[in-house]
């Protein structure tokens, strides 16, 4: 295992994965509930609350093979991730009426007290911080070779 897997396989790696299956459950109990219970008061938001919860689930298995190595999936997913919540939190904003009930996304995760909002941010910092650095790599690689 060489020195920047360990880092990313650290604490912050735990923390988000943890943090992310809370907002797998979290997210996914709260809109199956309200799609199966009130879809026809809040659809779009309702709709939004299983489209969150799905990128939750997206986001757990991302972070988890960014910190095997592969990052070129949780950077889209985050990224993606990130852009929902802004979307979603400009449109409650912007058309009330379409979220009579909130959705995890809207207000920008205001009723999760903003980590919906951070969640995406911390990821992609983690894995900004956990690359490797560009001599590192070519040290690695003439290793490789000798």
């Known amino acids: 295992m060489t020195e920047t897997s360990a880092k990313t ?7 988000l994965l943890t ?3 809370i907002f797998v459950l979290a997210a996914g109990a709260r809109s199956l509930v309200q799609v199966f219970t009130h879809f026809d008061e ?5 709709s939004l609350s299983v489209v ?3 990128t939750y689930v997206a986001g757990w298995f991302a972070i988890r093979r960014a910190a095997a190595g592969s990052a070129g999936f ?4 985050l ?4 852009a929902g919540v802004i979307v979603v939190g400009v449109l409650s904003l912007a058309v009330p009426s379409w979220f009579p009930d909130d959705s995890v996304w ?3 995760g205001s009723g999760y007290g903003f980590v919906p909002a951070l969640l995406p941010i911390l990821g992609l910092l983690w894995l900004w911080r956990g690359r490797p650095k560009e001599n590192d790599e070519s040290v690695d690689s003439h290793r490789h070779l000798a």
């Not at 809040?42 to 309702?46: G, S």
């Not at 949780?74 to 997913?77: G, L, P």
């Open 9 to 15: 396989r650290s604490g912050p790696h735990l923390v």
């Open 19 to 21: 943090v992310y299956a």
């Open 42 to 46: 809040a659809p779009i938001a309702y």
């Open 52 to 54: 969150a919860a799905a």
């Open 74 to 77: 949780a950077k889209v997913m």
């Open 79 to 82: 990224w993606i991730e990130l």
């Open 106 to 108: 809207s207000k920008f």
